[in-house]
């Protein structure tokens, strides 16, 4: 897995250098553009197949969630195929996490696989969803659970392109980066813990850093355990939580990033429980949350137990009433926990939460 290139303003050229790099030489470059990035980084995109001397095709990406469907994907194949896609033709997914998702299971599969490329342009897709390999598309029976593992041949995360990001994506892409700090501890650590009140926002430079720090030790996990063995497990820190949050609020009240936050919360507290991390880290937490205008409460009311208790039993890691959780044992350090009793996590949830 190649480390994502990242920093502020490199968009034009490192995309053109990567672009020239290429062997063989791709025959034409199917841009799969999500709308909401077009405004920002589709002139920089022009210019730099330019310069590298290819020809581009463009192709709006679906939008939002709830397009991020089979059909969706089947429609985005055909336009790639009639925008007359062969074997050495080049994807480049330029967007969000939702547009990298779909662009690169439609080069997975596309003429039996395509080689592709991600232009991120939310801090969620800078820091995760565009590193890693994994794609894929919903199902009505769940998230992601179409789809295939697909390595993109480069990663350009250029975080001018933040400048137009909604301040509710950038909450989420924190919740992420919070994540990937922990896992990280050491210098990503501290960096994390000593960032003053708005420097992870727009322009920030400490912002800028934390970015390239998390996404380079993604693609350190990827390389390690592509196929998700236990050390790829760990990058569900707050996941299991996180997703039954997720499920119960709805995406407009709670963006998976923001729901991984409360779920790092509830992990913090279930791993204290259980004397396996400092009693107060969960205070801490909530103390860098307040900082960096992350959320320390659910939107609207608590689901109920019972509620809860199935949407983490629906868990792709669920067995037989049981979990597996990742707790956080300190910076650096987390562990995977099995055989956790879904009723122990419901009532950490209420704890933490309610
Ligand atoms: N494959 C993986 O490993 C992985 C990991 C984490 C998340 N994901 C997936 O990523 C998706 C979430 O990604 P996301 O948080 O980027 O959401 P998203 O892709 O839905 O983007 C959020 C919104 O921001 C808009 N947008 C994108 N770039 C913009 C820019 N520069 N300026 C203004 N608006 C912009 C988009 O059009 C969209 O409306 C989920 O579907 C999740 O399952 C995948
Ligand atoms: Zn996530």
């Known amino acids: 897995v190649r480390k994502p290139d990242c920093g502020q303003g490199i968009l034009r050229d490192t995309l053109a250098r990567r672009l020239r790099a290429?062997?063989?030489?791709?025959?034409?470059?199917?841009?799969?553009?999500?709308?909401?990035?077009?405004?920002?980084?589709?002139?920089?995109?022009?210019?730099?197949?330019?310069?590298?001397?290819?020809?581009?095709?463009?192709?709006?990406a679906?939008?939002?969630?709830?397009?991020?469907?089979?059909?969706?994907?089947?429609?985005l194949a055909s336009r790639?195929?009639?925008?007359?896609?062969?074997?050495?033709?080049?994807?480049?997914?330029?967007?969000?996490?939702?547009?990298?998702?779909?662009?690169?299971?439609?080069?997975?599969?596309?003429?039996?696989?395509?080689?592709?490329?991600?232009?991120?342009?939310?801090?969620?897709?800078?820091v995760d969803a565009a590193v890693g390999g994994k794609t894929a598309v919903n199902l009505p029976e769940g998230k992601n659970l179409f789809g295939a593992f697909h390595f993109p041949e480069f990663i350009v995360a250029d975080t001018a392109l933040l400048a137009t990001l909604p301040?509710?994506?950038?909450?989420?892409?924190?919740?992420?980066?919070?994540?990937?700090?922990?896992?990280?501890?050491?210098?990503?650590?501290?960096?994390?813990?000593?960032a003053p009140k708005g420097s992870l926002g727009r322009r920030g430079k400490v912002l800028t850093g934390l970015a390239r720090q998390a996404a380079i030790y993604k693609a350190g996990v990827v390389t390690r355990d592509p196929r998700e063995g236990d050390e790829r497990k760990l990058?569900?820190?707050?996941?299991?939580?996180?997703?039954?949050?997720?499920?119960?609020?709805?995406p407009r009240r709670l963006r998976h990033g923001e729901a991984v936050a409360l779920g790092i919360l509830c992990a913090l507290r279930a791993s204290?429980?259980?004397?396996?991390?400092?009693?107060?880290?969960?205070?801490?937490?909530?103390a860098l949350y307040q900082r960096h205008d992350?959320?320390?409460?659910?939107?609207?009311?608590?689901?109920?137990?019972?509620t809860l208790r199935r949407l983490m039993l629906r868990?792709?890691?669920?067995d037989d009433g049981r979990l597996e959780l990742v707790l956080p044992l300190a910076p650096g350090h987390a562990a995977l926990v099995q055989g956790v009793d879904a009723a122990e996590a419901v009532a950490v949830i209420r704890h933490t939460l309610g």
């Open 62 to 75: 679906p939008r939002g969630e709830a397009r991020k469907t089979l059909d969706e994907v089947g429609k």
């Open 272 to 286: 204290a429980e259980h004397g396996m991390c400092a009693p107060d880290a969960e205070e801490e937490m909530r």
């Open 167 to 194: 301040a509710r994506e950038w909450r989420a892409g924190r919740g992420e980066l919070v994540k990937t700090a922990m896992l990280a501890g050491g210098v990503m650590w501290r960096g994390l813990a000593a």
């Open 22 to 60: 290429l062997r063989p030489r791709p025959s034409r470059v199917l841009v799969v553009l999500d709308p909401g990035a077009a405004e920002v980084a589709s002139p920089r995109i022009h210019r730099a197949l330019a310069d590298a001397g290819l020809e581009g095709t463009f192709l709006r």
């Open 315 to 318: 868990d792709k890691k669920a």
């Open 80 to 126: 790639m195929v009639r925008a007359g896609a062969d074997r050495r033709s080049f994807v480049l997914a330029v967007g969000g996490g939702v547009c990298s998702d779909m662009a690169g299971f439609a080069a997975a599969s596309t003429l039996r696989g395509l080689r592709w490329g991600a232009v991120a342009t939310t801090l969620l897709a800078m």
């Open 235 to 250: 990058l569900n820190l707050g996941h299991t939580f996180g997703h039954a949050l997720e499920t119960a609020a709805g």
């Open 294 to 306: 992350l959320p320390t409460a659910m939107p609207g009311p608590l689901p109920s137990a019972a």
